[in-house]
Nanobody, 116 residues
Framework: QVQLVESGGGLVQPGGSLRLSCAAS????????MGWYRQAPGKQRELVAD???????NYADSVKGRFTISRDNAKNTVYLQMNSLKPEDTAVYYC??????????WGPGTQVTVSS
């Protein structure tokens, strides 16, 4: 079955770092793009970063210079390195994958909490 397995969320102090990982199951054979969205309470889900075939990347303005998205094609895994975390980054982070047919899959979400 198609699955997206997320890991790396947790509680971190402001200024700290976390790395999120999302591994797509072997049920997804051809990935077009992978990315991360987040949703804070009372807010809409928003794009954090994504990367598509060819290496193009896109970041939300709020995370530019602090977050880095990367992808390991051999493992069908996408990573989000989050540095200099701020309380405003607190949200549930969702992995998103689109296959070559543009079918979209979502991970279950992992909580990131930035607080002292």
């Amino acid at each position: 079955q198609v699955q997206l397995v997320e890991s790396g969320g947790g509680l971190v102090q402001p200024g700290g770092s976390l790395r999120l990982s999302c591994a797509a199951s072997r049920g997804i054979f051809s990935i077009y793009s992978m990315g991360w969205y987040r949703q804070a309470p009372g807010k809409q889900r928003e794009l954090v970063a994504d990367t598509s075939n060819g290496g193009r990347t896109n970041y939300a303005d709020s995370v530019k210079g602090r977050f880095t998205i990367s992808r390991d094609n051999a493992k069908n895994t996408v990573y989000l390195q989050m540095n200099s975390l701020k309380p405003e980054d607190t949200a549930v982070y969702y992995c998103n994958v689109a296959d070559s047919g543009r079918v979209t899959y979502w991970g279950p979400g992992t909580q990131v909490t930035v607080s002292s």
